[in-house]
């Protein structure tokens, strides 16, 4: 079972001259997809023809399971999509027919582990092209091998005779951890150590880029459409990537996707002009997406040089067939926050430093500035956590208070408008505003609601396990007195689920007793095999 939470399966897909595209193997053979699925695959396993794209390519995708075409689109929900990461092999030789071998080998996974499974395909991709299918046999049987996915927590783990060291983060990380520090044998290969498994290259994916970012991190924080067309998936891809996660740790609520063909069962849907555009990230490469996607409010067409830097130009310029195609930055966005000197002074340097220096002080930037955001949200939500003094121990316990857009804007509008906060100046106010409009903030919220639903929940019981009982009883109705227990079975069953607080649950099993025994027999007996105590 572990194996199929870190692989789901791991696709061939080969090209035909007369059948194109074609999954010609697949591991496991029980693996199911839907016909749709298929072709999706299929067709983002290659490349459009006219990247250009030789030797050894290497990219990612992302699809809507079909399952849940139809209904209601929770779009930030990794569990509702398949990543496709994939390894496109061309080689030119008159032995093949077309004079070309194009071929491609794609790992399937439900899990957004962008560099961990873009490592696993470097590895296994070019073993495969030498041993044919027993490589593939061998790697999911590594798969197997490798204990539960469990955030928080560290690993290393065998993969086609290396070993692979990484860390899978938490909602409690603060930042990435470190990889925890195994014990080596002498004989053991060094492993291969991935200090983050989600983080791409964020300066060099950028740099073209680099002046606008505030932009950037307005856009994709106010889930804004956007379009990135590049000259490769790997392009594409790497930037929708670091796009999404320019807002980190808030995870981004909508669909986006790193690579998307003409082909795409959802091509009419994105590229429609009867309404608005969706709000999604799309990466293409195919020119037509050029004229298709015109009416897109925020285009980026990256140059074949990943070094030079994008003007920001109107739209109106991108749909003039004269100019359609050259690399800029379309947007008519007007940001609600000032342009950052803290930027500024992070580009006069960018020179001087290290790449990786560089790379650790705009993700750290880019964390802070997200942060400057949610501090004030999480004041706000700590003021409407009810008083402790409400919690009344023999009543279900008391929610968190309902979130105001009105009176939250109010307390912005106090403190932060027009104000600078960490050296950001701007319209606050108005960013919150339409902010809290977005999924990324109803799925944020939601849990943050969850949380202190959670911890009412735990003071709750803290006290219901103190409360006097054998007191309480004296005066009530056998109603009363089993609608107790079952709300104290309740509480008792979700800490022994959890596993926690073992003291709790001792004193909720001798409330319970002692409920138990002031009831007649009868009820008793009826009671007592609903609680299964243990």
């Not at 006219?50 to 075409?69: A, P, Q, V």
């Not at 880019?366 to 009344?392: D, V, W």
């Not at 050296?423 to 809290?436: C, E, I, M, S, T």
Request: with cysteine; net charge neutral; hydrophobic share 35%.
């Amino acid at each position: 079972m572990s194996g199929e939470q870190w692989v789901a399966a791991v696709a061939v897909v080969n090209f035909d001259l007369e059948l194109g595209q074609s999954i010609e193997h697949i591991e496991p053979a029980s693996f199911s997809l839907t016909e749709q699925e298929r072709l999706n695959i299929c067709y983002l396993a290659f490349p459009d023809s006219n990247s250009g794209c030789s030797g050894d390519t290497s990219y990612h995708f992302r699809i809507r399971k079909e399952y849940n075409l139809n209904k209601p689109r929770d779009e930030g929900s990794p569990s509702h999509y398949y990543y496709g990461y994939v390894f496109f092999r061309q080689r030119k030789g008159e032995e093949f027919k077309r004079g070309y071998f194009q071929k491609s080998l794609v790992l399937i996974t439900c899990k957004p582990y962008i560099n961990l499974y873009s490592k696993i395909v470097e590895i296994l991709a070019p073993q495969y092209f030498d041993s044919d299918h027993v490589a593939i046999e061998v790697a999911m049987h590594n798969f197997t091998c490798w204990d539960n996915i469990v955030p928080g927590r560290s690993y290393q783990v065998p993969l086609l005779g290396q070993v692979l060291s990484f860390h899978i983060p938490s909602v409690k990380d603060k930042n990435q951890s470190p990889v925890n520090q195994f014990p080596q044998h002498a004989l053991a290969p060094k492993p291969v150590v991935l200090r983050s498994i989600m983080e791409y290259d964020t300066y060099n994916t950028l740099r073209p880029l680099l002046p606008h970012i505030g932009i950037l991190w307005e856009l994709v924080l106010l889930c804004e459409p956007i379009v990135v067309i590049g000259p490769s998936p790997s392009a594409t891809s790497a930037l929708v990537q670091t796009l999404v996660s320019l807002i980190a740790p808030l995870r981004y609520g909508n669909d986006y996707r790193p690579y998307f063909t003409i082909h795409d069962s959802e091509f009419p849907d994105f590229t429609t002009k009867t309404h608005s555009p969706s709000r999604v990230i799309l990466g293409v490469t195919n020119p037509y997406f050029n004229k298709a996607l015109q009416h897109w409010p925020n285009v980026i067409i990256l140059d074949s040089d990943p070094d030079k830097q994008l003007k920001v130009m109107n739209p109106k310029e991108h749909s003039s067939s004269s100019l359609r195609g050259k690399p800029g930055f379309y947007t008519k966005f007007k940001p609600f926050l000032s342009r950052d000197k803290n930027v500024k002074k992070l580009l006069r340097g960018e020179k001087r430093r290290p790449p990786e220096v560089e790379d650790i002080m705009i993700r750290r930037y880019l964390t802070e500035l997200t942060h400057s955001l949610i501090i004030p949200l999480e004041q706000y939500i700590s003021s409407l956590m009810p008083l402790q003094k409400s919690i009344n121990p023999y009543r279900q316990p008391p929610l968190l208070h309902q979130f105001q857009h009105d009176a939250f804007l109010s307390s912005v509008s106090e403190t932060k408008n027009s104000a600078e906060f960490k050296g950001q100046k701007g319209n606050w106010k108005d960013l919150y505003a339409k902010f809290l409009k977005t999924t990324t903030f109803e799925q944020w919220f939601q849990l943050k609601r969850t949380e202190a639903n959670q911890r009412l929940e735990l003071l709750h019981v803290e006290q219901l396990s103190e409360a006097d009982v054998y007191s309480w009883k004296g005066e009530r109705s056998e109603v009363e007195i089993v609608d107790m227990l079952l709300l104290i079975r309740d509480r008792y069953e979700a800490l022994r689920r959890l596993g926690t607080y073992p003291e709790l649950q001792d004193h909720l099993k001798n409330h319970i007793d002692t409920l138990l025994e002031v009831l007649p027999a009868d009820l008793q007996s009826t009671l007592k095999p609903t609680f299964n105590l243990s």
